[in-house]
């Protein structure tokens, strides 16, 4: 193997390291705050009577250019209702709620709707017969978590076999070789080379 694509493997396989690294503690912290909220709703949920205080529809449409660089218009409209409730510590809060087309048509300003929330963190809630909030990215978190963690063991594995492999000259492992190479630097260090 040339020497040049030697000395750039260990550097490489570094940079390599600490990018997985960072992939997965970021896999890991998102997907526990997905797991989290969901474990959240199944054991210290509460229900109550909301009271809807407004509704309307939020327009989200967005310009969109694609490589092609054809200019569309991505449509999408959400419907929100705007819900006051009292948990059952006395506290009111004032929340708004994406909701699905058949109970924003169902709701009217002023009339009672179901609101089920975590005790100890009201602001996770959902409205009417509605599901749990679902983080959709909570699966693919756990995979980055997982794969990058994979990835990363495997680029240990591989920074080991670099660097306590034995060289082609038979004199150790690249350990060795870099060791013995600083030495030789360093005991040149602050002297004057004679001409």
């Not at 190479?181 to 602050?190: I, K, L, V, W």
Request: one cysteine or more.
């Amino acid at each position: 193997m040339p020497k040049w694509i030697s000395d750039w493997i260990g550097p490489c396989l570094i940079g390599l390291l600490t990018f997985s690294l960072l992939l997965t503690v970021a896999g890991l912290i998102a997907s526990y705050g997905a797991e989290r909220e969901m474990n959240a709703f199944a054991s210290d949920s509460g229900t109550v009577s909301g009271v809807v205080s407004d509704k309307y529809i939020r327009d989200t449409s967005r310009n969109v250019a694609n490589w092609l660089n054809v200019h569309s218009v991505a449509r999408k409209e959400e419907h929100v209702l705007d819900v006051r409730f009292q948990t059952e510590d006395g506290k009111f809060h004032s929340v708004s709620a994406d909701v699905s087309d058949a109970i924003y048509d169902l709701s009217r300003i002023g009339n009672p709707i179901k609101v089920t929330y975590v005790r100890s963190r009201p602001e996770w809630f959902y409205v009417a017969d509605e599901a749990p909030p679902i983080d959709h990215g909570g699966p693919v978190f756990t995979a980055m978590f997982r794969y990058a963690g994979l990835g990363s063991l495997l680029i240990v594995i591989l920074l080991g076999i670099f660097v306590f492999w034995p060289t082609p000259s038979g004199r150790g492992n690249r350990l060795d070789e870099i060791s013995s190479h600083r030495s030789q630097s360093s005991a040149g260090f602050g002297k004057r080379q004679s001409p």
